[in-house]
């Protein structure tokens, strides 16, 4: 038998949530964020999930975006980060791919270049997030050279939130006031939101949303948010016990001796660590089911394995099936017991656990 660990991808999961968003925006197309490999999930088969569906969908270089055209997506594909150099602009165009551009020389880069067919390109600019995009009192100067462009077919205004997922916060408000008042002569789509503003500021959807971890079924918000109840997780990430042993009181578990054990313990151990992408730093308490039932980690982490609290949990024996995350253990759970955030937790989710597919 193989080594027990696996992440089953529900591609139905993500079909719904992708519905969630549109209907959450109905009068907006919406790209599918996919860029580092589908948040873990595995770009092309989600992709090919949403290929029927989905207005088209978003990653954050060009490799990322030439992966999904050879697997024959037909939706546009656009570039987050645009593009790293003039070289890039040509191979862009060949396969048809979509950049944001969102700098000067990015822009001379597009104006310069010599496309065989007209490019369609998304203009970004810095409403407040303070990391990439046009200055609010560069950015009509920047389309207006866009506009003129005889190789430039269309241009998206799009921005991006730095605390949308903050919904009592006043800056996301801001942020839209900042983008309206420099787009507001400008005739051209808008695109500002992510999963957070999609869930929380309808006043944000505009003509394009960008949502991303929602598709995945996780949220992007800090504690309960009622916005993401209707989404599905689309990734389990499950292991099972190859050990279980029965330890007294004041037994310590694991590297460090972390844990110590208060009462007679029965500890379990998955084949499952933080190679494999489960975070090292998840203390003792963060919640795991074993079959079917909540428990929680006791003691460090290891590179390939992690144990796990038994008490109260009788039938459980080697091969008892073991979740980390999924129906049962939402991932914003343990990220948060971990100090991290799901995207984190699936992004890191290393080439030696197996993707393994389910649609309906
Ligand atoms: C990653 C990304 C998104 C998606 O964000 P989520 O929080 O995952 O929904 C949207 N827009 C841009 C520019 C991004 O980089």
């Given at each position: 038998m193989p080594r027990p660990i696996r992440a089953r991808i529900r591609l139905d999961a993500v079909r719904h949530n992708y519905r969630q968003a549109k209907a959450l925006a109905p009068d907006a197309r919406a790209l599918a964020v996919v860029k580092a490999n589908a948040y873990g999930h595995g770009a092309v088969a989600v992709a090919r999930a949403l290929a029927d569906e989905a207005d088209g969908f978003a990653v954050a270089y060009l490799e990322e975006g030439l992966e999904l055209r050879e697997s024959s997506i037909r939706a546009p594909i656009l570039l987050l980060d645009g593009v790293f150099s003039p070289d890039e602009m040509r191979i862009l165009d060949r396969a048809g791919l979509t950049p944001v551009i969102h700098s000067r020389l990015q822009l001379e880069w597009l104006l310069g270049a010599r496309p065989e067919r007209p490019l369609d390109c998304w203009l970004k600019m810095d409403?407040?997030?303070?990391?990439?995009g046009f200055a609010p009192g560069d950015f009509a100067a920047a389309y207006a050279q866009l506009a003129e462009c005889r190789h430039v077919r269309s241009v998206v205004l799009m921005s991006h939130f730095a605390?949308?997922?903050?919904?009592?916060?006043d800056y996301t408000a801001q942020q839209m006031r900042v983008f309206a008042e420099a787009t507001a002569a400008l005739c051209a789509p808008r695109s500002l939101s992510n999963s957070a503003a999609v869930l929380?500021?309808?006043?944000?959807?505009?003509?394009w949303t960008r949502p991303g971890i929602m598709l995945y079924g996780a949220s992007p918000f800090e504690g309960a948010h009622g916005s993401t109840a209707s989404l599905r997780p689309a990734m389990t990430l499950e292991s099972a016990l190859i050990s279980v042993r029965d330890l007294d009181p004041g037994e310590p578990v694991g590297y460090g001796g972390r844990f110590v054990c208060e009462r007679p313990t029965r500890v379990g151990v998955a084949a499952v660590g933080y190679a494999d992408g489960y975070p090292r730093h998840a203390p003792d308490g963060t919640p795991v089911a074993v079959r079917g039932r909540i428990t929680r980690i006791v003691g460090r982490v290891s590179m390939d394995l992690v144990t796990l609290d038994l008490t109260g949990?009788?039938?459980?024996?080697?091969?008892a099936p073991v979740e980390l995350w999924g129906g049962q253990i939402s991932a914003n759970a343990v990220a948060e017991a971990s100090g991290t955030i799901a995207y984190q937790l699936f992004t890191n989710i290393n080439r030696r656990v197996p993707l393994i597919y389910e649609d309906d």
């Amino acid at each position: 038998m193989p080594r027990p660990i696996r992440a089953r991808i529900r591609l139905d999961a993500v079909r719904h949530n992708y519905r969630q968003a549109k209907a959450l925006a109905p009068d907006a197309r919406a790209l599918a964020v996919v860029k580092a490999n589908a948040y873990g999930h595995g770009a092309v088969a989600v992709a090919r999930a949403l290929a029927d569906e989905a207005d088209g969908f978003a990653v954050a270089y060009l490799e990322e975006g030439l992966e999904l055209r050879e697997s024959s997506i037909r939706a546009p594909i656009l570039l987050l980060d645009g593009v790293f150099s003039p070289d890039e602009m040509r191979i862009l165009d060949r396969a048809g791919l979509t950049p944001v551009i969102h700098s000067r020389l990015q822009l001379e880069w597009l104006l310069g270049a010599r496309p065989e067919r007209p490019l369609d390109c998304w203009l970004k600019m810095d409403s407040g997030m303070h990391r990439m995009g046009f200055a609010p009192g560069d950015f009509a100067a920047a389309y207006a050279q866009l506009a003129e462009c005889r190789h430039v077919r269309s241009v998206v205004l799009m921005s991006h939130f730095a605390r949308a997922d903050e919904p009592d916060h006043d800056y996301t408000a801001q942020q839209m006031r900042v983008f309206a008042e420099a787009t507001a002569a400008l005739c051209a789509p808008r695109s500002l939101s992510n999963s957070a503003a999609v869930l929380a500021w309808p006043r944000a959807h505009g003509d394009w949303t960008r949502p991303g971890i929602m598709l995945y079924g996780a949220s992007p918000f800090e504690g309960a948010h009622g916005s993401t109840a209707s989404l599905r997780p689309a990734m389990t990430l499950e292991s099972a016990l190859i050990s279980v042993r029965d330890l007294d009181p004041g037994e310590p578990v694991g590297y460090g001796g972390r844990f110590v054990c208060e009462r007679p313990t029965r500890v379990g151990v998955a084949a499952v660590g933080y190679a494999d992408g489960y975070p090292r730093h998840a203390p003792d308490g963060t919640p795991v089911a074993v079959r079917g039932r909540i428990t929680r980690i006791v003691g460090r982490v290891s590179m390939d394995l992690v144990t796990l609290d038994l008490t109260g949990i009788e039938d459980a024996a080697i091969g008892a099936p073991v979740e980390l995350w999924g129906g049962q253990i939402s991932a914003n759970a343990v990220a948060e017991a971990s100090g991290t955030i799901a995207y984190q937790l699936f992004t890191n989710i290393n080439r030696r656990v197996p993707l393994i597919y389910e649609d309906d």
